[in-house]
């Protein structure tokens, strides 16, 4: 699809830089945010958080999909973004096609990262840590088909690390006993072949890419998304010929569905982040 400036003027004003409409139901897309931050300087950020909603790894698939297509028809229609992140693993394995068909603008998903893991693994042992939902959904049935039929996968389902992703990013810390526990069925005993990569297909999962490191009983490699979408994501400005300033002082919104983090520690997050210059608003649906 092609992509094209819709509204300069409801988009921030004539002059607004590029900017990336990336959605999620929490905070987990700040992981791939960080991503976009960094390889693509000058683009402009409205994120969405439909905490209102959250977690989308525990709703059925029926209410996900009318939500989202809601919810993203809304947004689209407010900020008209130049492009759409959907930073959800549980939600581009679902809907990525519905909203590719009914918006017009390019719409970039975020699915677990199967196929970079399985070509690159060296004891043909993957292991995929996602939510409940997403490691059950007939499109990560058919990555593991297509990408990975000589390797041995190994999915671990939790929808409590979700949470606890969630809480560290509010300055919460985070039980290493309770990590470990989430992760011992990769390093179980009796395994034909161990895992080398864990596919990290969650986007809250990067955000505690360093305590899950720590937690694990031998070195492993963790694979995420983020740089893969960040490059989709210049190179469509690029075709599309927006041009990025780096030397711009780009405001980003940070936008929840229900209730907004608010905290200091919130923003310190942000900043490690990426985030400079952020508008942080509440209950905007
Ligand atoms: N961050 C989302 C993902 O990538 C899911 C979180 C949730 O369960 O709401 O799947």
Same mark, same amino acid.
């Given at each position: 699809?092609?992509?094209?400036?819709?509204?300069?003027?409801?988009?921030?004003?004539?002059?607004?830089?590029?900017t990336v409409l990336v959605f999620d139901s929490g905070v987990g897309g700040l992981s791939v945010c960080?991503?976009i931050?960094?390889?693509?300087?000058?683009?402009?950020i409205i994120y969405v958080a439909d905490n209102a909603s959250f977690?989308y790894?525990?709703?059925?698939?029926?209410?996900l999909?009318?939500r989202i297509v809601n919810v993203l028809s809304g947004l689209c229609e407010q900020h008209?973004p130049?492009m759409l992140v959907i930073a959800c693993n549980t939600a581009s394995t679902l809907v990525l096609?519905d909203l590719r068909?009914l918006l017009?603008l390019p719409v970039v998903g975020v699915?677990?990262?199967?196929?970079?893991?399985?070509?690159?693994?060296?004891?043909?042992?993957?292991? &995929?840590? @996602?939510?409940? +939902?997403?490691?059950? *959904?007939?499109?990560?049935?058919?990555? !593991?088909?297509?990408?990975?039929?000589? %390797?041995?996968?190994?999915?671990?389902?939790?929808?409590?690390?979700?949470?606890?992703?969630?809480?560290?990013?509010?300055?919460?810390?985070?039980?290493?006993?309770? &990590?470990? @526990?989430?992760? +011992?069925?990769?390093? *179980?005993?009796?395994?034909?072949?161990? !895992?080398?990569?864990?596919?990290?297909? %969650?986007t809250h999962?990067?955000?505690?890419?360093?305590?899950?490191?720590?937690?694990?009983?031998?070195?492993?490699?963790?694979?995420?998304?983020?740089?893969?979408i960040?490059?989709?994501v210049?190179?469509?400005?690029?075709?599309?010929?927006?041009?990025?300033?780096?030397?711009?002082?780009?405001?980003?919104r940070i936008r929840f569905t229900?209730?907004?983090?608010?905290?200091?520690?919130?923003?310190?997050?942000?900043?490690?982040?990426?985030?400079?210059?952020?508008?942080?608003?509440?209950?905007i649906i």
């Open positions: 699809m092609s992509l094209s400036r819709m509204s300069g003027a409801i988009n921030g004003g004539p002059q607004s830089p590029p960080q991503s931050l960094s390889m693509c300087p000058g683009v402009r977690p790894g525990t709703r059925s698939e029926s209410y999909r009318s008209q130049d096609a068909q017009c699915v677990p990262a199967i196929k970079p893991a399985a070509e690159t693994t060296q004891t043909g042992a993957i292991g &995929l840590l @996602a939510t409940s +939902a997403t490691v059950q *959904r007939d499109y990560t049935d058919q990555l !593991v088909a297509d990408f990975a039929g000589h %390797c041995d996968v190994i999915r671990v389902g939790s929808s409590r690390l979700v949470e606890i992703a969630e809480h560290y990013l509010r300055g919460h810390p985070v039980n290493e006993g309770e &990590l470990k @526990a989430i992760l +011992a069925d990769f390093f *179980r005993e009796g395994l034909a072949r161990k !895992v080398d990569k864990i596919v990290l297909g %969650c999962f990067p955000l505690l890419k360093q305590q899950l490191e720590s937690c694990a009983p031998r070195h492993v490699e963790w694979v995420d998304s983020g740089n893969a960040a490059n989709r210049c190179s469509l400005f690029k075709e599309a010929g927006l041009s990025l300033d780096a030397s711009h002082k780009v405001l980003h229900g209730e907004a983090i608010a905290n200091k520690q919130f923003h310190c997050q942000l900043a490690l982040l990426g985030f400079d210059n952020v508008k942080i608003e509440g209950v």
